[in-house]
């Protein structure tokens, strides 16, 4: 596992977008998986820009998100749906056709989180999965307690990760109260994890994630397991590390 610390989020957002990109100038057909959230808006600006001025093509991504809430419309602000249009799709040459979702809404939400991960088989799994981490450690929607070899499924949201994401709704009682997410099964099978944390209130998270235990506890603990992992961090999310770092990735070619 490498760990990077960057002194700004600007820095931090720089360096996860290059490490995309780069899969992606390798292999035009990559399928990358994608997060939610406020960590990879700016992964998500500089990729846009990538698109704009260096000529970064998407016409043949595939790309697959974490999760969804359930019973949010496409069309609701709040949805994981609208948050990616919105914040990267609508600004990049991706092909309709090759983005996916986790479908909350679904007749039959299992039977849709059961598709979902065929989906993801028939294309040969996810080259880079980037990650965002919960306060509560938790990664995509696998809240604590979440089996280290879950699959895409239906959770509850815990109180916690409730009220963290009441910011985004007008009261707390609009935030939903189930989800789709990929499994922590799911995620570590992707060839590569990039993990993002910015500010003081993930300090702790990620803390526990780099330098504990494997534990259901802290879900995103389970990416020691994996061979190709970069944590990207600033100073603030790094604040409670207590061993020593590097401020640059150490294997990192740029094509
Ligand atoms: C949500 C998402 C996660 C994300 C987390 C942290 O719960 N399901 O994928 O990592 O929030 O969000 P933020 O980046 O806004 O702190």
Same mark, same amino acid.
């Given at each position: 596992?490498?760990?990077?610390?960057?002194?700004?989020?600007?820095?931090?957002?720089?360096?996860?977008?290059?490490?995309?990109?780069? /899969?992606?100038?390798? +292999?035009?057909?990559?399928?990358? *998986? $994608? !997060?939610?959230?406020?960590?990879?808006?700016?992964?998500?600006? %500089?990729?846009?820009?990538?698109?704009?001025?260096?000529?970064?093509?998407?016409?043949?991504?595939?790309?697959?998100?974490?999760?969804?809430?359930?019973?949010?419309?496409?069309?609701?602000?709040?949805?994981?749906?609208?948050?990616?249009?919105?914040?990267?799709?609508?600004?990049?040459? /991706?092909?309709?056709? +090759?983005?996916?979702?986790?479908? *909350? $809404? !679904?007749?039959?939400?299992?039977?849709?989180?059961?598709?979902? %991960?065929?989906?993801?088989?028939?294309?040969?799994?996810?080259?880079?999965?980037?990650?965002?981490?919960?306060?509560?450690?938790?990664?995509?929607?696998?809240?604590?307690?979440?089996?280290?070899?879950?699959?895409?499924?239906?959770?509850?949201?815990?109180?916690?990760?409730?009220?963290?994401?009441?910011?985004?709704?007008?009261?707390?009682?609009?935030?939903?109260?189930?989800?789709?997410?990929?499994?922590?099964?799911?995620?570590?099978?992707?060839?590569?994890?990039?993990?993002?944390?910015?500010?003081?209130?993930?300090?702790?998270?990620?803390?526990?994630?780099?330098?504990?235990?494997?534990?259901?506890?802290?879900?995103?603990?389970?990416?020691?397991?994996?061979?190709?992992?970069?944590?990207?961090?600033?100073?603030?999310?790094?604040?409670?590390?207590?061993?020593?770092?590097?401020?640059?990735?150490?294997?990192?070619?740029?094509?």
């Amino acid at each position: 596992m490498e760990v990077v610390i960057k002194e700004t989020y600007e820095e931090m957002s720089l360096l996860a977008a290059q490490l995309i990109a780069d /899969v992606i100038r390798r +292999n035009p057909r990559a399928a990358i *998986g $994608l !997060a939610t959230g406020s960590t990879p808006l700016g992964t998500y600006r %500089e990729l846009i820009g990538m698109h704009r001025d260096e000529e970064l093509d998407f016409s043949q991504v595939i790309s697959f998100n974490l999760d969804e809430y359930v019973g949010l419309p496409i069309d609701n602000e709040q949805s994981y749906h609208y948050f990616m249009w919105e914040n990267l799709f609508k600004h990049i040459n /991706v092909t309709p056709a +090759n983005v996916h979702i986790p479908d *909350g $809404l !679904a007749d039959d939400l299992k039977e849709a989180c059961d598709s979902y %991960e065929i989906e993801i088989d028939d294309h040969g799994g996810i080259d880079v999965q980037l990650l965002g981490i919960g306060s509560n450690g938790h990664i995509a929607f696998n809240e604590p307690g979440s089996s280290l070899g879950s699959r895409t499924r239906i959770k509850t949201l815990t109180e916690k990760t409730r009220q963290d994401n009441a910011r985004f709704f007008n009261s707390i009682d609009e935030v939903p109260k189930y989800c789709v997410t990929m499994g922590i099964g799911t995620i570590l099978e992707s060839r590569k994890l990039v993990l993002l944390a910015n500010g003081e209130n993930k300090a702790e998270a990620i803390q526990a994630t780099l330098e504990g235990p494997i534990t259901v506890s802290v879900p995103a603990s389970a990416i020691q397991f994996h061979p190709d992992v970069t944590v990207i961090v600033d100073r603030a999310a790094a604040s409670k590390l207590t061993r020593e770092y590097h401020t640059e990735p150490s294997r990192f070619n740029f094509q």
